[in-house]
Antibody
């Protein structure tokens, strides 16, 4: 069974940093591209970032480019999202997902990030 | 700026058929956009229904189907059930690693 478990969310002040993790199991992690998707309170889904299976290619939404960094450790079956210069509008539940054919296939339960002073 | 359009809301009677669409503010949606569809109930993680335009994800009943209708991607639910009442999102692949979600459709079954 595919399992994706996000962690690392919490309350942070504007301008602060946070690192999210996503522990994967139940599939061959190193062969799948992975993504982060977020959802602000009461709003729709927003694609944030994708990383290729090897980690050699990364892609970002314009809203986070230059502030967020996606990475992975295939030896630990773990995906990361380093979030710097956080803004109030980054407040959201952050989901990790594995990718297939440019779709998000399996989803974690999400971790809440709240940016507030 | 690319905007992916969906109906904000839709209503269907139990047992009825409904088609939700996913378009672009500029241009037509084709299979090259690899449209995918997701179902989400409040407080829950999204669930993948359809990927690659018309391939059902594992465990998804065959009353959910995907297609291209005219210049849009479409999700059709045949024989709607009460627990289909959810928010539905489409996702389009724009190329160069970039994906964009639509704003979502709130489906009511009544």
């Amino acid at each position: 069974e595919v399992q994706l478990l996000e962690s690392g969310g919490g309350l942070v002040q504007p301008g602060g940093s946070l690192r999210l993790s996503c522990a994967a199991s139940g599939f061959t992690f190193s062969t799948y591209a992975m993504s982060w998707v977020r959802q602000a309170p009461g709003k729709g889904l927003e694609w944030v970032s994708t990383i290729s299976s090897s980690g050699g290619s990364t892609y970002y939404a314009d809203s986070v480019k230059g502030r967020f960094t996606i990475s992975r450790d295939n030896s630990k079956n773990t995906l990361y999202l380093q979030m710097n210069s956080l803004r109030v509008e980054d407040t959201a539940v952050y989901y990790c997902a594995n990718d297939y054919a440019w779709a998000r296939r399996n989803w974690g339960q999400g971790t809440l990030v709240t940016v507030s002073s | 700026q690319t905007v992916v359009t969906q109906e904000p809301s839709f209503s269907v009677s139990p047992g009825g058929t409904v088609t939700l669409t996913c378009g672009l503010n500029s241009g037509s949606v084709s299979t090259s956009y690899s449209p995918s569809w997701y179902q989400q109930t409040p407080g829950q993680a999204p669930r993948t229904l359809i990927y690659s335009t018309n391939t059902r994800s594992s465990g998804v009943p065959d009353r959910f189907s995907g297609s291209i209708l005219g210049n849009k991607a479409a999700l059709t639910i045949t024989g709607a059930q009460a627990d289909d009442e959810s928010n539905y999102y489409c996702l389009l692949y724009m190329g160069s690693g970039i994906s964009v979600f639509g704003g979502g459709t709130k489906l009511t079954v009544l």
